[in-house]
């Protein structure tokens, strides 16, 4: 035989990280929910910026290195880089991630942010 193509292979660690849903069930993550969370928050935000975004989620999730993670820690995460970016998105995630149903617990959440 004589071929005349090269062909290389790539070797990637698969690492499958599990979640602690809130009623104890477990499941493989699912980094796409976590991505449309983030874009409903952050409702008409540049896709660049989601993005971003949503690699430095996943960054902080993997660098954690809790296998289960629980669903809380990733609000945590998911939270902590949405005050950092884009405020009204956070209020808005917190909203829904905390079930945030009284304006004054939403009160409460904006002077969070506020300061």
Known sequence: LKCENRFTTYEKVVFNLTVI???GRQEEIDLGKITRSVEKACNKAEEELL???SRKIEQKIWSKKINPIKTAEIGKIV???LKKGD???YVRYASVYKNIEDVRMLEKEIELIVG
């Open 79 to 81: 939270m902590q880089e």
């Open 51 to 53: 993005q971003e975004l």
């Open 21 to 23: 849903k809130k009623d």
């Open 87 to 89: 405020k009204m998105a």
